[in-house]
């Protein structure tokens, strides 16, 4: 015999979350932030590491 579907309870933030998707559009997807205390190299790539770096 099949079982019954569990009825999910209403929740109100699920309730208005949905409306404002339907209103408003959905949220813009999430972005990549850089770590902030990684310091950048000091100095530019000599020509000699580049050259070894794409090959």
């Known amino acids: 015999m099949a079982r019954k579907k ?4 209403f929740r109100a933030v699920q309730a208005v979350k949905e409306l ?8 813009p997807a999430a972005k ?8 950048p190299a000091k100095h ?8 070894e770096e794409s090959e």
């Open 6 to 9: 569990k009825v999910k309870r």
């Open 20 to 27: 404002a998707r339907e209103r408003i559009g959905e949220p």
């Open 44 to 51: 530019k790539p000599t020509l000699g590491r580049l050259l």
């Open 32 to 39: 990549v932030v850089p770590h902030k205390k990684k310091n």
